[in-house]
């Protein structure tokens, strides 16, 4: 038997059903596996009082310490997230609300499905109970923390010091080993899709399920800079009689408002706020093109999941873009520039791919191969120190 704690920040919660949702899917496909019991901790990082009063706070403060979510046994330990400090003492704050949770388990092996803060947190852990650790990189957990003044050192040092480490990418794997991590450490695990639910959608029926009449652009990320709607925006204003939907809610939704207001297409956008993941596969189903301008990624979820729904995608090469869009029949890699965009769009609503060949791009990407490939990997980081 494998007994496997699984670490994450980034996980779904009653509060949050999408957020991290693909961490909840692998996890959940791990503990399928014969031979494997999963303990799942999804510490959440609170402000202080007077700053938690916030109805977002409040709704997570009420979450239960631990419950089923979705088969899973779940561990919600809170910890202190002090504002205005760069993140500097996350890891370590997360570390002593989860020590009382983990003296009462027995385990093998600890996944740190995230690397900052949960990846630093997991190495000091490990030393503690005696056990091997694993984190895994999946974008913006390197990307950002792993290059800011308050944590970069934090992150190359739990990079150094973990038994294991995964990479979303072999891009991402790249970038790990530019931050010091020892490439001999570092093992490409992709993410995976459910081909039954993303494959299964009839186009035509659910385009006319959502009322969809002409061409239609669709975009999935949240409302932040770094996933580059903006960009998109500007290409659609670009293309006269097409619709662009962008699935996804975040801090930047009043200045998306206002650039759509300002290219004077309020007619042709629409900003669907956050859509439950049962609901993506309809909805990209229904679009031409799936569209993500991101300035930095792993290996984005949207992308695979879109390419199994059988619509071709246009990104930026960030990430394992190219890796996954090795030619173009599935979609197009651009420069992350408005008119580099509309171009590529056009481009495949006037020559739309087809639709086995789009699918065909994603057929190496699933959650059994990913579960197969994370047991695999833990399994050898446990041989390797009991045998040591």
Not at 132 to 150: L, Y
Request: proline share 6%; aromatic share 6%.
């Amino acid at each position: 038997m494998l007994r496997v704690l699984t670490l994450s920040t980034l996980f779904p919660d009653a509060t949050r059903p999408n957020f991290g949702v693909f961490v909840e899917r692998q996890t959940a496909a791990l503990a399928a596996l014969p031979g494997v019991a999963v303990t799942m901790v999804a510490p959440i990082g609170m402000p202080p009082w007077p700053l938690s009063r916030g109805d977002r706070h409040a709704a997570l403060g009420r979450l239960p310490l631990r419950e089923r979510w979705h088969g899973l046994d779940v561990y919600r330990p809170r910890f202190a997230a002090l504002p205005f400090t760069g993140g500097r003492f996350h890891a370590r704050a997360m570390e002593r609300a989860i020590v009382p949770v983990l003296d009462a388990l027995a385990f093998d092996v600890i996944d740190a499905s995230f690397f900052f803060p949960d990846g630093v947190a997991a190495v000091r852990l490990g030393r503690r109970y005696g056990v091997p650790v694993s984190i895994k990189a999946r974008g913006a957990d390197v990307h950002h923390w792993g290059r800011a003044p308050a944590t970069a050192r934090q992150v190359a040092q739990a990079g150094q010091g973990a038994d294991g480490l995964l990479a979303v990418s072999a891009a991402m794997r790249g970038d790990m080993i530019a931050l010091g991590m020892p490439a001999d450490a570092i093992r490409v695990h992709r993410t995976g899709v459910d081909h039954a639910r993303f494959g299964a959608v009839d186009r035509t029926a659910a385009r006319a399920a959502l009322g969809v009449t002409g061409p239609l652009i669709v975009a999935v990320g949240a409302l932040i800079p770094r996933k580059g709607h903006d960009v998109v925006i500007d290409a659609v204003a670009r293309l006269p009689g097409v619709a662009l939907w962008i699935a996804g809610e975040g801090p930047e939704r009043g200045r998306f408002e206002a650039h759509i207001a300002r290219a004077g297409i309020g007619d042709r956008v629409q900003l669907l706020g956050g859509v439950a993941h049962d609901d993506l596969p309809r909805l990209l189903a229904a679009a031409d093109v799936m569209a993500l301008a991101s300035a930095s990624e792993g290996l984005a979820n949207a992308w695979v999941e879109a390419l199994a729904a059988g619509t071709p995608i246009v990104v930026t090469d960030a990430g394992g873009a190219r890796e996954l869009l090795s030619d173009e029949q599935a979609g197009r890699v651009v420069a992350r520039d408005p008119a580099a965009f509309a171009a590529a769009i056009a481009d495949l609503l006037r020559a739309p791919p087809r639709t086995e060949a789009v699918k065909a791009a994603a057929a190496g990407y699933s959650w059994a191969a990913n579960a197969a490939g994370l047991h695999a990997h833990l399994a050898g980081l446990m041989a390797a120190r009991q045998s040591g």
